[in-house]
């Protein structure tokens, strides 16, 4: 009879619990962890958009069936510290204050292991008509951030095509080769100034 209530009340727990929180329109300058973790069984969707937030969401970590982070319009920068969250598949964080792309794309990158969906439009690091970009400066973030998360299905609101994926490893194989060299020429003349210290020192002794 008691394993039998405990079963009911465990049941009864996972019942009411979100599936989806949003704390939009909030004017949060905190990220509600109080509510927020009381979840950590259930929570699929977290909606944290237009507030004014800007602080690291490590917490966020300990939501491990969470699937979809909505970040749209608050403070976030480029140097924002996600925790590693393998469970997520799709962020948006439109109208941020995202300008640095490729330590943005990075942490995206190394943080959300299996993500599809990116939505980062009206940032700075993502040109566009929206936002005062050109269309070439258009397709090559786009071409970056596909090269950079090749498991990404859809990036802003167009879905990413096979032909974009190909010419985004095209591109950026080409840079990350002119980058290699360009490392392998300083290596060499590094060695080369030292080679010639060593020749040098023993005659400054003397």
């Known amino acids: 009879m008691e394993l039998q209530t405990t079963a009911e009340h465990k049941q009864a727990n996972q019942a009411s ?4 929180l949003s704390f939009a329109y909030q004017g949060l300058t905190e ?3 109080d509510s927020i973790l009381m979840q950590t069984d259930t929570l699929e969707v977290l909606d944290l958009s237009y507030n004014i937030l800007d602080e690291n ?3 966020l970590g300990r939501l491990e069936k969470l699937n979809t982070l909505i970040l749209d319009s608050n403070n976030y920068t480029s140097h924002v510290k996600f925790p590693y969250m ?3 598949t799709a962020m948006c964080i439109n109208k941020n204050k ?3 792309l490729p330590v943005f794309v ?3 990158r190394r943080k959300f292991p299996n993500i599809k969906v990116l939505s980062m439009m009206n940032n700075e690091a993502a040109p566009s008509y929206f936002n005062g970009g050109s269309l070439s ?3 090559d973030y786009r071409l970056y951030v596909i090269s950079q998360i090749p498991g990404l299905e859809i990036l802003d609101d167009t879905e990413v095509l096979e032909k974009e994926r190909i010419q985004a490893g095209k591109t950026y194989r080409l840079q990350q080769r002119s980058l290699s060299s360009s490392r392998k020429k300083k290596d060499e003349s590094s060695r080369k100034h030292t080679h010639i210290q060593r020749k040098v020192n023993p005659i400054i002794r003397q």
């Open 17 to 20: 619990g979100f599936h989806r």
């Open 31 to 33: 990220i509600p962890y």
């Open 57 to 59: 969401p490590a917490l």
């Open 86 to 88: 393998p469970s997520i």
């Open 98 to 100: 995202i300008n640095n």
């Open 106 to 108: 990075e942490e995206i």
């Open 137 to 139: 400066q258009h397709i």
